[in-house]
């Protein structure tokens, strides 16, 4: 009897110990997609990433959760349709239809990953892998400039270099730093709990500051959004105790930030040519002609049609016929207006359903949620509102599945508040421990 327990004991702990291979696995693959500098990385192709999430969804062994698959299925489920609605006006019929078939398996892949992202523990590992991206870029990017000076920005091209794609990083790195320092909540207030804090602000500051020196306008935006998005939403959720405390500490780091950007901007001159850029009128119209004409091009199209697009990934062909000097982006500069201009109002839709869920849980459910999704959730603030307003969004599917997860979540959480007589069941329980 003893020693059919001890088995029974070993064969759980060792199926314990298993289920964590298919998380490391989607960590070791998101800490790949950043390319960091130093680590071993791979070409990653459609078919190689659909294999990787048929075998972390077969490892994880748990059934296809309907909430989660319903907003995230729903939200891409009407892009797919205005895509292949879209076809008709496509000049190039074929190639659009490949884009469709692409999106298509794409969005069935990332859907794959789902069954790993339920569990609250994967989510925080995977958060967590995300900072060894960010070290290695910032330390490589320190080095470089460090040897090169200013001149170390033309270094910042090529392949697997591309300001906007790890300004992203950084900003998501420093959203969910600031995320942690906000709403934190230890069991017991004491000297080590302001410590942990200003740490965490200290990383944040550190991973701001090498991301500056890549000089891209647009990803220093979004970084500055995403850090006072999660600052204001904390000040708006938390008691007076806590929002005095989170409004006097914006103040010293508004004033300290203050102090040292003079020095900064001495050190790196090349911050007021940029600056420039953005504030005097005769250089606006002369440096952003090409994304100007990306924005035109697409609200032509728009006003052109706005029910049927033009076909997934037909856009840059549209821009060309524009003849701008600037075609060598042929791009929209814009997620949701290209998304409206290539698969009409049906795709658009889409994205802003996948919005709504969010703002709605952002709304009623944010305070309950566990800090790891708290994270999540505010990271998509530089992401979604900032540098796709700004840029075309880039592994976008990774981030709409981890917040359909969490959003699956809360309603599980609300629904059983609502119904309190009801018991959690065992493997939603065990799912959250």
């Given at each position: 009897?003893?020693?059919?327990?001890?088995?029974?004991?070993?064969?759980?702990?060792?199926?314990?110990?298993?289920?964590?291979?298919?998380?490391?696995?989607?960590?070791?693959?998101?800490?790949?997609?950043w390319h960091p500098a130093g680590f071993v990385g791979i070409e990653w192709r459609w078919y190689t990433v659909l294999g990787l999430a048929g075998i972390t969804f077969l490892l994880q062994g748990s059934p296809i959760d309907s909430a989660t698959s319903r907003l995230y299925l729903?939200?891409?489920?009407?892009?797919?349709?205005?895509?292949?609605?879209?076809?008709?006006?496509?000049?190039?019929?074929?190639?659009?239809?490949?884009?469709?078939?692409?999106?298509?398996?794409?969005?069935?892949?990332?859907?794959?990953?789902?069954?790993?992202?339920?569990?609250?523990?994967?989510?925080?590992?995977?958060?967590?892998?995300?900072?060894?991206?960010?070290?290695?870029?910032?330390?490589?990017?320190?080095?470089?400039?460090?040897?090169?000076g200013e001149l170390a920005r033309f270094l910042f091209v090529g392949e697997?270099?591309?300001?906007?794609?790890?300004?992203?990083?950084?900003?998501?790195?420093?959203?969910?730093?600031?995320?942690?320092?906000?709403?934190?909540?230890?069991?017991?207030?004491?000297?080590?709990?302001?410590?942990?804090?200003?740490?965490?602000?200290?990383l944040a500051l550190f991973f701001a500051f090498a991301g500056s020196l890549m000089y891209s306008r647009s990803g220093m935006l979004a970084l500055s959004i995403g850090a006072l998005g999660a600052v204001m939403i904390g000040i708006a959720q938390l008691r007076s105790r806590g929002r005095l405390t989170i409004i006097v500490g914006a103040i010293g780091f508004a004033v300290l930030i203050g102090f040292l950007l003079e020095g900064y901007l001495a050190m790196f001159p090349f911050w007021n040519t940029a600056i420039e850029r953005v504030t005097n009128p005769e250089l606006v119209e002369e440096f952003n002609q090409g994304r100007l004409a990306g924005l035109t091009k697409s609200q032509s199209i728009i006003a052109e049609n706005p029910i049927i697009g033009v076909g997934l990934g037909q856009f840059k062909e549209l821009f060309v016929e524009t003849g701008t000097k600037h075609n060598t982006g042929l791009l929209a500069h814009n997620t949701y207006l290209a998304t409206w201009a290539e698969t009409g109002i049906v795709g658009l839709m889409g994205i802003l359903y996948w919005l709504f869920a969010v703002g709605r849980l952002l709304r009623r459910g944010f305070g309950s949620l566990p800090l790891v999704d708290k994270c999540w959730i505010l990271m998509g603030i530089p992401y979604f509102l900032m540098l796709a307003m700004l840029d075309l969004g880039t592994n976008m599917q990774f981030m709409l599945i981890v917040h359909s997860a969490i959003c699956a979540d809360a309603k599980r959480i609300e629904a059983h508040a609502d119904a309190p007589r009801l018991s959690l069941p065992h493997t939603y329980l065990s799912r959250r421990s």
């Open positions: 009897m003893l020693n059919t327990r001890y088995r029974d004991s070993r064969l759980e702990l060792s199926k314990r110990q298993f289920r964590w291979l298919p998380v490391i696995l989607v960590a070791l693959y998101f800490i790949d997609i729903t939200t891409n489920g009407l892009i797919i349709a205005g895509a292949i609605l879209s076809l008709p006006r496509a000049n190039d019929g074929p190639e659009a239809m490949y884009n469709a078939v692409g999106l298509t398996i794409s969005v069935f892949t990332f859907f794959l990953f789902s069954q790993v992202l339920l569990s609250l523990q994967s989510r925080r590992v995977i958060l967590c892998a995300m900072f060894l991206p960010a070290s290695l870029w910032a330390w490589d990017i320190l080095r470089l400039t460090s040897e090169r697997n270099w591309d300001k906007n794609y790890h300004m992203l990083l950084f900003s998501l790195a420093v959203t969910a730093l600031i995320t942690f320092a906000v709403f934190w909540k230890p069991p017991e207030h004491s000297s080590r709990t302001v410590l942990i804090r200003l740490m965490s602000v200290a």
